[in-house]
């Protein structure tokens, strides 16, 4: 049995619609999730008759919006055991608008949202238990972000007890100042977390902005310096570039002639390239995957579209 697990936050999503005039289009969405959710789908379409459990790892309120996200999240296969729900508490929410291009832009409203008490004592306790003997534990920067200094030291010890049992760490560092109160602070968690993970994903655009890398090669040699044993740098519309300590290759992507909605472009490329490694696939081809998803993605509007 594989089993997977995905740490972060889901938030209800708010778009407009074709029409404009102010209408909105609600559904949920957050890169752990969107990720655990392309991650689940792909799997099982490559590896149908490998057993397999995907758990996505947040906290949500007691209110019916919560409700409706674990009831979707149930639907799309995905265990839902380690979702803590904290009475009183609600969902953060975001708005996304895009431009001509399919560029979009987010405005968040998340100050007090559940997923925030991801990794309080109680919580930290119960998680380091309930995941040890995971073969893959996935998060992001944003799920760093989101938490205060206290429970990022929680993680930190959660993720080391679990890579010392075998698990592997993969991360993506999705860097997003605006959870930060410095760059250096994202700089020294980003570093935390990279210094535990045995795969990273990270968007060259971000890391070249948090680190200042001056290319993906560079941004492979910064990871390899802290012990990560497999990159995959995502490019945008250009090629990836797969790193191990054998050499490096570049995977192209799929064109897209008119994008619709970049949101989750990154998140869906992730969760085929993890489905497909753990299926058995060389980087090579999980890369492809992973840029077939993400242009179907990016063709369609909202964050997860329909299986």
């Not at 778009?15 to 890169?31: K, L, P």
């Not at 080391?160 to 410095?182: H, M, V």
């Not at 497999?230 to 992507?253: D, N």
């Amino acid at each position: 049995m594989l089993r997977v697990a995905s740490i972060g936050e889901c938030m209800i999503e708010l778009s407009e619609t074709a029409g404009g005039g102010g209408d909105m289009h609600r559904t949920f969405g957050g890169d752990t999730l969107n990720t655990a959710v392309y991650l689940a789908r792909t799997l099982h379409e490559t590896a149908p008759g490998t057993p397999a459990e995907v758990h996505y790892v947040t906290a949500l309120g007691d209110d019916p919006f919560s409700d409706e996200m674990l009831a979707a999240w149930q639907a799309e296969g995905l265990k839902t055991d380690q979702v803590f729900r904290l009475p009183g508490r609600l969902p953060g929410l975001y708005i996304i608008r895009t431009d001509t291009r399919g560029e979009r832009s987010f405005h968040y409203w998340r100050n007090a949202a559940a997923a925030r008490e991801i990794c309080r004592p109680e919580q930290a306790e119960v998680l380091t238990t309930a995941l040890a003997g995971f073969d893959l534990v996935y998060l992001s920067g944003i799920t760093l972000g989101i938490l205060d200094a206290e429970s990022r030291q929680r993680l930190y010890g959660l993720l080391a007890t679990l890579k010392q049992g075998g698990c592997r760490i993969a991360f993506d560092t999705n860097y997003r100042p605006r959870l930060w109160e410095s760059r250096e602070e994202a700089q020294e968690a980003v570093t935390q977390v990279l210094g535990l993970a045995a795969l990273a994903l990270p968007t060259f655009e971000d890391d070249a902005a948090l680190f200042g890398d001056a290319s993906p090669e560079a941004t492979i040699e910064r990871l390899f310096s802290l012990g990560v044993e497999e990159v995959v740098v995502k490019c945008g519309a250009e090629p990836c570039v797969i790193a191990r300590r054998r050499g490096i290759t570049r995977v192209e992507g799929e064109r897209v002639e008119k994008p619709v909605d970049t949101t989750a472009a990154g998140d869906s490329f992730n969760g085929a390239y993890l489905a497909a490694r753990l299926a058995g696939a060389e980087p090579e081809d999980a890369a492809a995957a992973g840029h077939r998803l993400a242009a179907r993605v990016i063709a369609t509007k909202g964050a997860i579209i329909p299986a």
